[in-house]
């Protein structure tokens, strides 16, 4: 089957290749672009039927995990994966997120040594394959920088030719002052080549991660091949791992330049050619406005992004019982478009960023956020600012041990409801949930993996025995089940009702300070869900105004009903409930029940 490309979509990309490179040089680019994508085509000609924005639904839910996060001693470990995938969450959640599951050098995996191949100690394609049947798959594309470990990188310390202007090479004299950095690490390395020649090469994030660059176009031709590649072998999300930093021109900040953009809505348009069904998420960990720039106009970049500010603010709200802060940000949340959503998550493989709560949070709740983790057994990460001074920007925990003390004498149950609260709140918003599996299955601080790896993110990604993993679920009482049973309870709810499809209106309101209330409204129109979440540890009460047409006010999640008189409906809320509200019309008997 030949490929035929629309012509509006031929000059979308040659704008793209000509504003990166020229028109003299975009040419000949766009000829061997062109053959790259009748070759995937030929070999994938399926993929180019499916429909961009019709994929995600309100069942959608992904996971994000690590290829080895489960193990045994009798399995690779991406066999263990899939079983225990398929055996506790098939049905309900419908996509896994796996971490760079490459072979790699440093970095839990961040550091690719070869982007084609599966990390031999986790399984192989065929072990990746077992997931695809139930889930949907979402891979990493780490284009910022590969391993030094890499055969590109060997390559040009070998002073190959075709590896020659693959990666940055800057004199360490020049003035790069401008130059955003993430983390406090010199910016150069040097390095010698075969030839004895000493070269000083641009490193964001570490010595081992050096950076791809994009400016010779026979980077972007090799990185296209890789991303067609993780297509084939079945991603339908990919991920673009900070990309925020892709082009570099001296000079500059180095951060959300306009060819960084322009390179993501390139991998857009390649993607809406040959397979549209595929997305695009971005993951910028920066403030708010420049996180939701990546959606471009709506049509022509992402069509998801990390909600980076939730994590903070809803830590914030349970840290003061208070959601005042996460209300006002909240309302004015707006995706550009029916082609876009956000990527909603509270927990991952990294910490807490508190950069994209900066204008949002007073700098003093931010201090005051990182003194509970220091005293809940966590670390922050700071950075150095212009003016010497240091300010946190990374808060290094589990999610349920920043909620909750674990050397204090609290109730079990009492964690697990502070903690399930706050993914209620998460599940409730506009967007796709992504649920850390560490937070699925309510895990604590690792503090012997920080101090076995001496890496603060360590503490929130350990790695599971299989088997004792499934004696705790096996086990009622013990919080890994309480945590994955009432999860299971809530994503279940969900996926039965239309009003919490990702691109269904929301509504912020504002009813009490210790209350986030989210309504959410079907495309119809025809079923609206109330969502109401008490952040505090006391009771609160609230009023709806109802329609008046509604008689009873039902919630979703415990069955309790609650009488609407004369165009309201009062709701007692117990400390940290949750309550997701639907409108009957006929009022059915002894509905004057309160949670």
Same mark, same amino acid.
């Given at each position: 089957?030949?490929?035929?490309?629309?012509?509006?979509? &031929?000059?979308?990309?040659?704008?793209?290749?000509?504003?990166?490179?020229?028109?003299?040089?975009?040419?000949?680019?766009?000829?061997?672009?062109?053959?790259?994508?009748?070759?995937? /085509?030929?070999?994938?000609?399926?993929?180019?039927?499916?429909?961009?924005?019709?994929?995600?639904?309100?069942?959608?839910?992904?996971?994000?995990?690590?290829?080895?996060?489960?193990?045994?001693?009798?399995?690779?470990?991406?066999?263990?994966?899939?079983?225990?995938? =398929?055996?506790?969450?098939?049905?309900?959640?419908?996509?896994?997120?796996?971490?760079?599951?490459?072979?790699?050098?440093?970095?839990?995996?961040?550091?690719?040594?070869?982007?084609?191949?599966?990390?031999?100690?986790?399984?192989?394609?065929?072990?990746?394959?077992?997931?695809?049947?139930?889930?949907?798959?979402?891979?990493?594309?780490?284009?910022?920088?590969?391993?030094?470990?890499?055969?590109?990188?060997?390559?040009?310390?070998?002073?190959?030719?075709?590896?020659?202007?693959?990666?940055?090479?800057?004199?360490?004299?020049?003035?790069?002052?401008?130059?955003?950095?993430?983390?406090?690490?010199?910016?150069?390395?040097?390095?010698?080549?075969?030839?004895?020649?000493?070269?000083?090469?641009?490193?964001?994030?570490?010595?081992?991660?050096?950076?791809? =660059?994009?400016?010779?176009?026979?980077?972007?031709?090799?990185?296209?091949?890789?991303?067609?590649?993780?297509?084939?072998?079945?991603?339908?999300?990919?991920?673009?791992?900070?990309?925020?930093?892709?082009?570099?021109?001296?000079?500059?900040?180095?951060?959300?330049?306009?060819?960084?953009?322009?390179?993501?809505?390139?991998?857009?348009?390649?993607?809406?050619?040959?397979?549209?069904?595929?997305?695009?998420?971005?993951?910028?960990?920066?403030?708010?406005?420049?996180?939701?720039?990546?959606?471009?106009?709506?049509?022509?970049?992402?069509?998801?992004?990390?909600?980076?500010?939730?994590?903070?603010?809803?830590?914030?709200?349970?840290?003061?019982?208070?959601?005042?802060?996460?209300?006002?940000?909240?309302?004015?949340?707006?995706?550009?478009?029916?082609?876009?959503?956000?990527?909603?998550?509270?927990?991952?493989?990294?910490?807490?960023?508190?950069?994209?709560?900066?204008?949002?949070?007073?700098?003093?709740?931010?201090?005051?956020?990182?003194?509970?983790?220091?005293? /809940?057994?966590?670390?922050?990460?700071?950075?150095?600012?212009?003016?010497?001074? &240091?300010?946190?920007?990374?808060?290094?925990?589990?999610?349920?041990?920043?909620?909750? =003390?674990?050397?204090?004498?609290?109730?079990?149950?009492?964690?697990?409801?502070?903690?399930?609260?706050?993914?209620?709140?998460?599940?409730?918003?506009?967007?796709?949930?992504?649920?850390?599996? /560490?937070?699925?299955?309510?895990?604590?601080?690792?503090?012997?993996?920080?101090?076995?790896?001496?890496?603060?993110?360590?503490?929130?990604?350990?790695?599971?025995?299989?088997?004792?993993?499934?004696?705790?679920?096996?086990?009622?009482?013990?919080?890994?089940?309480?945590?994955?049973?009432?999860?299971?309870?809530?994503?279940?709810?969900?996926?039965?009702? &239309?009003?919490?499809?990702?691109?269904?209106?929301?509504?912020?309101?504002?009813?009490?300070?210790?209350?986030?209330?989210?309504?959410?409204?079907?495309?119809?129109?025809?079923?609206?869900?109330?969502?109401?979440?008490?952040?505090?540890?006391?009771?609160?009460?609230?009023?709806?105004?109802?329609?008046?047409?509604?008689?009873?006010?039902?919630?979703?999640?415990?069955?309790?009903?609650?009488?609407? &008189?004369?165009?309201?409906?009062?709701?007692?809320?117990?400390?940290?409930?949750?309550?997701?509200?639907?409108?009957?019309?006929?009022?059915?008997?002894?509905?004057?029940?309160?949670?």
């Amino acid at each position: 089957m030949t490929l035929s490309i629309p012509q509006s979509l &031929q000059e979308r990309i040659t704008e793209h290749l000509v504003f990166l490179y020229g028109a003299d040089r975009a040419a000949p680019l766009w000829e061997k672009l062109q053959q790259q994508l009748a070759n995937f /085509h030929q070999q994938q000609p399926d993929l180019v039927q499916d429909q961009a924005g019709t994929r995600l639904t309100e069942r959608d839910v992904i996971l994000i995990t690590y290829g080895d996060q489960i193990q045994s001693s009798d399995k690779p470990s991406l066999q263990n994966l899939a079983e225990v995938l =398929n055996a506790t969450v098939k049905g309900w959640i419908t996509g896994v997120h796996i971490l760079p599951f490459f072979p790699y050098s440093s970095d839990d995996g961040f550091s690719v040594i070869d982007y084609t191949q599966v990390n031999s100690d986790f399984g192989d394609w065929d072990d990746v394959a077992r997931l695809r049947p139930n889930f949907r798959l979402m891979f990493d594309l780490v284009v910022n920088h590969v391993s030094a470990h890499s055969a590109w990188f060997q390559a040009f310390l070998a002073d190959d030719p075709a590896f020659a202007d693959a990666f940055i090479v800057v004199d360490p004299d020049t003035d790069l002052s401008q130059v955003v950095r993430p983390r406090a690490l010199p910016l150069l390395t040097a390095v010698t080549t075969s030839s004895g020649e000493k070269k000083w090469v641009w490193t964001t994030f570490s010595t081992d991660q050096i950076d791809i =660059n994009f400016a010779d176009p026979s980077v972007l031709l090799r990185i296209l091949d890789v991303l067609l590649f993780y297509v084939a072998q079945g991603a339908e999300i990919i991920r673009l791992d900070a990309i925020a930093y892709l082009w570099k021109t001296i000079g500059t900040s180095c951060i959300h330049l306009e060819e960084t953009h322009r390179v993501v809505k390139l991998f857009r348009a390649v993607l809406d050619a040959v397979a549209p069904g595929v997305m695009l998420i971005t993951e910028t960990n920066v403030p708010h406005k420049e996180n939701i720039s990546y959606f471009g106009n709506g049509t022509d970049e992402a069509q998801l992004v990390y909600q980076f500010p939730l994590p903070p603010l809803v830590f914030h709200a349970l840290m003061r019982g208070d959601a005042a802060y996460l209300t006002r940000w909240a309302a004015a949340l707006e995706p550009p478009s029916t082609q876009t959503t956000f990527y909603n998550f509270l927990a991952s493989h990294d910490g807490v960023g508190v950069r994209p709560v900066e204008g949002i949070l007073p700098p003093t709740e931010v201090l005051a956020m990182a003194e509970q983790v220091k005293a /809940h057994g966590g670390y922050v990460s700071y950075k150095t600012n212009s003016d010497g001074s &240091q300010s946190p920007y990374e808060l290094n925990i589990s999610y349920f041990d920043a909620l909750s =003390n674990p050397a204090g004498e609290e109730p079990l149950a009492w964690q697990v409801a502070r903690f399930m609260v706050s993914q209620a709140i998460m599940l409730a918003l506009q967007g796709i949930p992504a649920i850390y599996v /560490h937070s699925l299955f309510g895990s604590r601080n690792d503090p012997a993996g920080v101090e076995r790896t001496g890496r603060y993110r360590s503490i929130n990604r350990e790695k599971f025995r299989r088997a004792e993993l499934e004696a705790a679920l096996a086990a009622p009482d013990s919080l890994r089940a309480r945590v994955f049973s009432t999860y299971r309870h809530l994503l279940q709810v969900r996926a039965q009702h &239309q009003a919490f499809h990702p691109n269904c209106a929301q509504r912020i309101l504002d009813l009490h300070p210790a209350i986030f209330a989210v309504q959410r409204i079907s495309p119809a129109g025809d079923e609206t869900v109330i969502c109401l979440h008490n952040v505090a540890d006391v009771p609160v009460v609230c009023t709806l105004p109802v329609n008046k047409k509604v008689a009873t006010m039902e919630d979703l999640l415990s069955g309790a009903t609650f009488v609407v &008189q004369e165009g309201a409906c009062t709701v007692h809320l117990g400390a940290y409930q949750v309550a997701w509200l639907v409108g009957r019309q006929e009022c059915p008997p002894h509905s004057s029940e309160e949670p």
